[in-house]
């Protein structure tokens, strides 16, 4: 059995160092040291303590490594206008589905997941999207994620200094 849980703020390192793994397998390098690992700390930090519940992360922990992770998934809730499909307008969005390399294909970030989804049907989400890599898209699908239609956009806005 593997004993999922939910993320708190003292795992903040540890899914941020979990983020580089990702990163790297996806960009088949290591991404650089930087501030991006403090802000996604700092960001971690405060939407894991905040009472408004709009981040989860579900772990797993390192069975050998006391402290260290062996995977995770974080997802948010936006709150959008409601629409026919989902009168609600509770939008979840999955990302950093992540587990170490030696600890794959063990169903680690499938429990991850599923801990995740049940989140989300406990607060009445009525979607949820993701981005999927390659590798990952049969677990996705596995779960009952299926690919959309149209055009996905994006606009890219210089952030000011200090800003981001």
């Known amino acids: 059995m593997i004993n999922v849980r939910r993320a708190v703020v003292a795992d903040a390192g ?94 680690f970030s499938r429990a991850c997941l599923e801990a995740l989804l049940d989140w989300y049907r406990q607060r009445g989400v009525g979607r949820v999207d993701l981005r999927a890599s390659v590798p990952g898209e049969p677990l996705y699908r596995s779960l009952g994620f299926v690919p959309t239609s149209g055009p996905t956009l994006r606009l890219s806005l210089p952030v000011p200094a200090g800003r981001g």
Request: with cysteine; hydrophobic share 45%; net charge negative.
């Open 14 to 107: 540890e899914i941020v160092r979990l983020r580089g793994v990702m990163l790297a397998d996806m960009d088949q390098m290591a991404p650089a040291p930087g501030p991006w690992q403090q802000a996604a700390r700092e960001v971690l930090h405060h939407r894991l303590a905040e009472p408004a519940d709009l981040m989860a992360v579900f772990v797993v922990d390192d069975p050998r490594r006391p402290g260290a992770l062996a995977a995770c998934a974080t997802g948010t809730i936006e709150q959008r206008l409601g629409g026919p499909d989902n009168p609600g307008g509770l939008i979840g969005y999955v990302f950093n589905v992540v587990t170490e390399p030696a600890y794959r294909r063990r169903g």
